[in-house]
């Protein structure tokens, strides 16, 4: 079997809700805040643009350097986004959205949408919540 076939069989495969599917290591990498709002700060709002590290830190309030560095760091392995290294002085370091983290924002985005939509709800919800439980 050809390494071409053996993918493509594997792909046939994928169930994240197998253990050990590989699929689940992309859910977790995913679901992370900090990747959703790099999506989004590179997406532009529907107008994808490269940005620089300091853009990125500062238009994600509360984002460690560390964390900042590592959520770039394996949206790059992923193929997600490209870092583009300009020879200048500073050096200039950009990140943007391939067409595979453009897919993904698009999901991505709306999952942002919904959660900024909804968030009145769920606070009422979780208020309803603590109250019966007497936690409030």
């Given at each position: 079997?050809?390494?071409?076939?053996?993918?493509?069989?594997?792909?046939e495969e994928?169930?994240?809700?197998?253990a050990?599917?590989?699929?689940?290591?992309?859910?977790?990498?995913?679901?992370?805040?900090?990747?959703?709002l790099?999506?989004?700060?590179?997406?532009?709002?529907?107008d994808p643009?490269?940005?620089?590290?300091s853009?990125?830190s500062?238009?994600?309030?509360?984002?460690?350097?560390?964390?900042?560095?590592q959520?770039?760091?394996?949206?790059?392995?992923?193929?997600?986004?490209?870092?583009?290294?300009?020879?200048?002085?500073?050096?200039?370091?950009?990140?943007?959205?391939?067409?595979?983290g453009?897919?993904?924002h698009?999901?991505?985005?709306?999952?942002?949408?919904?959660?900024?939509e909804?968030?009145?709800?769920?606070?009422?919800?979780?208020?309803?919540?603590?109250?019966?439980?007497?936690?409030?």
């Open positions: 079997m050809t390494a071409a076939q053996r993918r493509a069989q594997a792909k994928y169930d994240a809700f197998l050990e599917c590989p699929s689940r290591q992309l859910l977790d990498r995913i679901s992370d805040k900090w990747v959703t790099v999506l989004a700060a590179l997406s532009g709002e529907g643009r490269p940005l620089r590290y853009e990125l500062r238009t994600l309030a509360g984002v460690s350097q560390k964390m900042l560095t959520t770039l760091r394996s949206l790059e392995r992923d193929g997600l986004l490209t870092r583009t290294v300009t020879p200048s002085v500073p050096v200039t370091v950009t990140y943007e959205l391939t067409e595979l453009l897919s993904l698009r999901l991505m985005g709306l999952l942002k949408a919904w959660a900024e909804h968030m009145d709800e769920v606070l009422a919800h979780r208020e309803a919540y603590d109250a019966a439980a007497g936690r409030g």
